[in-house]
């Protein structure tokens, strides 16, 4: 969560001092689970670009393929939810 929060306060040129909680929290939770094997794959939902990016970021580092940790925004969200509810009833 150190790591996230340096990240974020980095991207988002803030200080570490006020950087949410929770948004470290989001990464160390979505990292808990692939290390705990209670998930294969993460999707970090969030419209905070320096939040995503450093789930997409730090994540592998702790030796997970790229393609386990996913950032969506939640305009990108409703879109896939979308389109899986249109080829649901087609």
Do not use: C
């Not at 040129?13 to 979505?30: H, N, P, Q």
Request: glycine share 6%.
């Amino acid at each position: 969560m150190d790591q996230a929060r340096s990240f974020i306060a980095n991207a988002s040129d803030r200080s570490e001092d006020i950087i949410e909680k929770a948004d470290t929290g989001i990464v160390g939770l979505a990292l808990e689970r692939l290390l705990d094997d209670t998930a294969d794959r993460v999707t970090v939902v969030t419209n905070d670009i320096p939040l995503g990016e450093a789930a997409e970021s730090l994540i592998p580092q702790y030796g997970f393929d790229a393609e386990q940790i996913v950032w969506l925004t939640g305009e990108q969200l409703a879109d896939e939810l979308a389109e899986d509810f249109v080829s649901e009833f087609d």
